[in-house]
């Protein structure tokens, strides 16, 4: 289970930061702008799967080691 935390949060972090990154470079990367009802949400989505990401890292730090 730490494992797929620990996946799923780098997931959220990388998806995050692509999304940042193409706010404000204009590169097509990541998947927040490509969903319809974030239109002109888009910054706020991605600082939320940054903080995701790092919800599910303590998460994962959290969990016993297996």
């Not at 780098?10 to 998947?31: C, I, K, P, R, S």
Request: charged fraction near 20%; glycine fraction near 12%.
């Amino acid at each position: 289970m730490k494992k797929l935390l620990e996946f799923l949060g780098l997931l959220a972090v990388l998806q995050g930061v692509m999304g940042l990154v193409h706010e404000f470079t204009d590169w097509n990367l990541g998947l927040v702008q490509r969903i319809g009802f974030l239109d002109g949400y888009e910054v706020y989505a991605s600082v939320a799967l940054l903080a995701l990401g790092g919800a599910l890292f303590a998460a994962a730090e959290s969990r016993e080691s297996e």
